[in-house]
């Protein structure tokens, strides 16, 4: 994908989360999620928004640590730093980058890219998917070993 592209997805959906700003202030207490973690700790999360067939977004609490290998199949994500100190690393077939953000940095991951997360300090990120990945993090997580495979 280019960056003309990237931007423009960006742009259709940015639109669609001005509309839901007015809807914030409540969706916090919208369906708690945990996410284990690789050390026995757990993220605990909360689905602010589904519209169906479309987007969904998920705002995190995460402590320091590391989110296992993993990757979501048939759906794009982003991933927002509200807060903290994070490497998102991605694990491709022929190459492996890391992205090291901070508070407002983002990471984005194509459909089934196999990634893993290092948050080196206590952090908030905003996670949001494209096409809505139902039953997330369950069913459109699938956890891999350590060769991406």
């Known amino acids: 994908m280019d960056m003309k592209t990237d931007i423009e ?5 940015t639109k669609s989360l001005t509309s839901l700003v007015r809807d914030v202030a409540g969706a916090a207490r919208n369906q708690r999620v945990e996410y284990e973690m690789e050390d026995g700790k757990v993220a605990v999360g909360h689905q ?11 705002r995190c609490e995460c402590p320091a640590g590391k989110f ?4 979501h199949p048939g759906v794009r994500e982003w991933v927002i730093v509200l807060a903290g100190d994070v490497t998102f690393r991605h694990h491709h077939e022929d190459s492996k980058k890391k992205e090291r953000v901070q508070t407002h940095g983002w990471a984005r991951f194509d459909p089934g890219e196999p990634h893993d997360v290092i948050f080196h300090s206590p ?7 494209i096409p809505d990945a139902k039953g997330y993090p369950g069913v459109k997580i699938e956890k891999l070993n350590g060769s991406g495979k």
């Open 9 to 13: 997805e960006f742009a259709l959906l």
């Open 48 to 58: 602010i928004a589904v519209s169906e067939g479309e987007y969904s977004i998920q």
């Open 68 to 71: 296992p290998l993993h990757r």
């Open 123 to 129: 952090s908030v990120v905003l996670g949001i998917t």
